[in-house]
C-alpha cells in the first residue's frame, strides 16, 4: 500500500499538466495511466495560441517549436474567410498540429522529470471513499489501493472515477461526437487550420463542423464533429458522415475513401464533452480536470489548452488547500475555474442548445458566410 499527497488518475494533457504543477511545491505525486505512452488519442491535433503559451510555461518552448506551425485559420461557411492568430500580449500569434501520441508522451515525460512517479500501464478500477464521503485513493485493477491526500480526476470524457462515484452534475453541458482520420495527401504543406461549417444530415445544418489539419510531411488529419444538442444526433452514422465529408474536399488530393481508411484502422471516434459536465468540479478529496470536468470551449471543441489550463489550476489550488485547511474542501479551485470560465460556459450551454435547432445552426452559417468586418472576425473562436 503506497500513500502520496496527489493521486492522479490519467496522463493526457490535463494530468502531466497538474502532476508538473503539483511538484513545484515539493509534493509526493503520482500518476497513474492505463495506457502505456506513447499512446494515441483520438483528436483532431490542433493547438491553439493559449496551448502553446501553457505549454511554453511548462518550459517546452523549443519542443512545442517541432511541430508543424499554423498562422491562420481558414473558414469555409461555404464563402471562404481568412483570420490570422490574434496577437496578445505574453501569446504566440501562432499555433501548431502535434500528433498526440508526441504531444502527450512529451508533457508525460516533463512531468516525470520535474519529479512525479509515473505508473504506466496502470488502470484505476474506481475510488475509494471512507465512511464520511471523501475519496482517500485509488483501486487498481487487480486490487492493489494507492491512498493519497487528494485525488485529481483528469481521466478523459469517460472519467471512470466520476462514474465510480455516480455523481450528478449541476450543470449539463453538452457532448460532441467527433471522428477523425490521418493520411497522406497530394496538396503542398499549408499553415491554416481549415474549418468548414457547412455540415448536415437529411438537409439539416447540424451544430458543428468539418476540419482539414495539415500534420507536416504532406499528411492531413480529417474529421468532423456536431453537439448532442440536434435532437437526431443519435440517427447519425458517423463514419458514413465523414465519407460524405471526404467526398466534398478537392479530387486532386487524392484521398482515400472512409472504406480504404477504416480498413487500415485509421478512422477513430470520440466523445468530447464541453460546457463543464462535472459541477461543481470538485468533491471532497477529489477535483476534476480537462474532459472529466468537460472543460473544452464550447464555443469551437479546442480541448487541449483547457486540459492545460484546468490541470495547471487543479495542482495549484489542490497543493493550495492541503496546506491550508484540507482535502475537504477544494472551493478555491472552484472559484478559480469559474471566475475563468463561468461566463463564457454559461453563454456556451446556451449556444449549443440554439444552435441544436437546425433553423437556427442554419442562419448562423449564412450570416458567418456574409462576415467580412474585422471586428467580428477577430472574435471568432478558431482565432483563439
Ligand atoms: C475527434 C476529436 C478531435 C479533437 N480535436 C481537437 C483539436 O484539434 N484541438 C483541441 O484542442 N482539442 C481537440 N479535441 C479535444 C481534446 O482531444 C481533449 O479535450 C483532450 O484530449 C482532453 O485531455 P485530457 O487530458 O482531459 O484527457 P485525455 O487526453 O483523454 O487523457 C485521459 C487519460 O486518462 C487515461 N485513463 C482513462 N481511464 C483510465 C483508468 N481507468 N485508469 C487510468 N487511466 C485512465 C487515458 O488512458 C488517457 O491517457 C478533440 C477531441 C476529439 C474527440
Redesign the pocket.
Known amino acids: 500500500m503506497e500513500r502520496y499527497d496527489v493521486a492522479i ?8 499538466a497538474a502532476a508538473w504543477q503539483a511538484v513545484q511545491s515539493g509534493a509526493r505525486v503520482v500518476v ?4 502505456e505512452f506513447p ?1 494515441d ?8 495560441a493559449r ?1 502553446v503559451s501553457l505549454i511554453q510555461k511548462m518550459g517546452l518552448a523549443n519542443e512545442v517549436d517541432t511541430f508543424h506551425r499554423v498562422n491562420r485559420a481558414t473558414i469555409f461557411s461555404p464563402n471562404r474567410l481568412e483570420l490570422s492568430f490574434p496577437s496578445r500580449p505574453g501569446m504566440p500569434n501562432h499555433g501548431y498540429c502535434a500528433a ?1 501520441r508526441e504531444l ?1 508522451t512529451l508533457l508525460l515525460k516533463n512531468a516525470q522529470s520535474a519529479g512525479a512517479e509515473v505508473r504506466q500501464p ?4 474506481g475510488p475509494i471513499v471512507d465512511g464520511d464521503g471523501r475519496v482517500t485513493g485509488l483501486t487498481i ?1 487487480g486490487g492493489e489501493r494507492v491512498f493519497a491526500d487528494a485525488v485529481i480526476a ?8 466520476k462514474r465510480g462515484l455516480g455523481l450528478t452534475s449541476r450543470y449539463n453541458g453538452y457532448s ?1 461526437i ?3 482520420t490521418e493520411m497522406q495527401a497530394n496538396r503542398p504543406d499549408s499553415d491554416s487550420l481549415d474549418i468548414h461549417l457547412k455540415l448536415a444530415f437529411q438537409g439539416d445544418q447540424l451544430p458543428g463542423y468539418g ?1 482539414v ?1 495539415p500534420m507536416g510531411g504532406g499528411r492531413l ?1 480529417i ?1 468532423l ?1 456536431y453537439v448532442n444538442s440536434y435532437k437526431r444526433w443519435h440517427q447519425i452514422n458517423v463514419t458514413q458522415l465523414l465519407g460524405e465529408f471526404l467526398a466534398t474536399l478537392p479530387p486532386e488530393w487524392e484521398l482515400p475513401s472512409v472504406d480504404e481508411l477504416r480498413k487500415a484502422k485509421a478512422v ?5 464533452p464541453m460546457g463543464f459536465t462535472a459541477w461543481p468540479p470538485w468533491r471532497p478529496g477529489v477535483v476534476f ?5 468537460g ?2 470551449r464550447p464555443a469551437s ?7 492545460l489550463q484546468s ?1 495547471l489550476a487543479a495542482g495549484e489550488c489542490v497543493i493550495a488547500a492541503l496546506t491550508n485547511g484540507g482535502p475537504d474542501d477544494f472551493t478555491n479551485y472552484e472559484q478559480r475555474i469559474t471566475s475563468t470560465w463561468g461566463r463564457e460556459y454559461r453563454n456556451g450551454r446556451l449556444f449549443h442548445r440554439l444552435a441544436g435547432i437546425p433553423a437556427v445552426a442554419n442562419t448562423g452559417r449564412r450570416v458567418l458566410n456574409g462576415v467580412s468586418h474585422p471586428k467580428v472576425r477577430a472574435h471568432l473562436p478558431w482565432s483563439a
Open positions: 488518475v490519467g496522463g493526457g494533457p490535463a494530468g502531466a497513474l495511466d492505463k495506457a499512446r488519442k483520438p483528436c483532431g491535433d490542433g493547438l491553439t496551448a498526440r502527450d496502470t488502470e484505476v478500477s485493477k483528469a481521466d478523459g470524457a469517460y472519467s471512470p472515477v460532441a467527433a471522428i477523425r476540419w489539419f488529419n474529421g464533429g477513430q471516434a470520440w466523445r468530447l480536470a480537462g474532459d472529466a470536468l472543460a473544452a471543441g479546442a480541448g487541449i489548452s483547457k486540459a490541470g
